[in-house]
């Protein structure tokens, strides 16, 4: 166990994952300094679910992202708009695009390596 905290982690694997989006041309999300409390929390939740689950994979991170998702109102549509709650990942994993695909390897590599 590292002497990092969740929030110390969450924020390592949001950078990790914002400069992904970037590379794919997707200059929508913020620095950690500048996310908004939900995706921080969203955030949290993911290491804390791995922590608990150190066995999960990619796929079942996702799941518990998407359950999160449901569970707080949010609903698929074609781009993510907080205001209205929707998400185009709100759907399953094998249906993602790779690159959000190689986000959540991305995350949990991190998640994995800190925890």
């Known amino acids: 166990m590292s002497n990092l905290s969740f929030n ?7 950078q990790a994952n914002r400069a992904i ?10 620095t950690w300094a500048d996310a908004p409390d939900w995706q921080i929390e969203s955030c949290v939740a993911g290491v804390a679910f791995f922590e608990a689950n150190p ?6 991170m996702h799941e518990s992202w998407l359950q999160q998702k449901l569970a707080d ?5 074609p781009e ?3 205001e209205a709650k929707t ?5 399953p ?23």
């Open 8 to 14: 110390q982690i969450a924020e390592v694997a949001h």
């Open 21 to 30: 989006c970037q590379t794919y041309g997707d200059d929508s999300q913020p």
């Open 55 to 60: 066995d999960a994979t990619p796929e079942q």
């Open 73 to 77: 109102g949010w609903v698929f549509g």
């Open 80 to 82: 993510k708009d907080p």
């Open 87 to 91: 998400h185009p990942c709100l759907i």
């Open 93 to 115: 994993y094998n249906q993602l695009p790779v690159e959000q695909q190689i986000k959540d390897h991305v995350f949990r590599a991190i998640v994995e390596t800190l925890v």
